[in-house]
């Protein structure tokens, strides 16, 4: 799946995002091994740390369907009343790389949009260079 193509999914996906408290809407999607996408969109709570970021939501969809390996991740975030081209390019916070990282290369494709045609072109090394991995903890996992 191209760039834009996986960038429409994301932005799509924040349309459905639960923000009624930070009012930030944020889409994510995922393509896996498989060839697969899966979307997430940001899910807010009263009790703030029971919320879950989109990309987390994503994650969690696709390896709920049996997809351990993911290969790209686009993700679109803005305040909620804001429609693409969005104010700036979005990261992913600590915990979604850390989540990520169980499941994804350090050559992970990230895309971090604006819009479908403007957007920053990563990988995850460059966002999460040193990870806390299975390795670290003398574990192999199967
Ligand atoms: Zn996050």
């Not at 834009?4 to 009012?23: E, N």
């Not at 029971?50 to 969809?61: L, N, P, V």
């Not at 969005?86 to 990230?110: K, M, T, W």
Request: hydrophobic share 45%.
């Amino acid at each position: 799946m191209d760039n834009r193509a996986l960038i429409d999914h994301a932005i799509a996906a924040r349309q459905a995002a639960y923000a009624p408290y930070s009012r930030y809407a944020v889409g994510a999607a995922v393509l896996t091994a498989g060839g697969r996408t899966f979307t997430g969109c940001n899910v807010e709570n009263a009790s703030y740390p029971a919320g879950i970021c989109a990309e987390r939501t994503a994650i969690f969809k696709a390896v709920s369907e049996g997809e351990r390996r993911i290969v790209a991740l686009a993700l679109a975030a803005a305040p909620q009343e804001e429609q693409p081209p969005f104010g700036s390019y979005p990261a992913p916070c600590g915990i979604c790389l850390q989540v990520l990282s169980e499941f994804a290369a350090p050559e992970l494709r990230v895309l971090l949009a604006k819009s479908r045609e403007d957007y920053q072109l990563c990988t995850m090394r460059d966002l999460f260079p040193k990870r806390f991995t299975a390795a670290d903890l003398k574990k192999e996992i199967r």
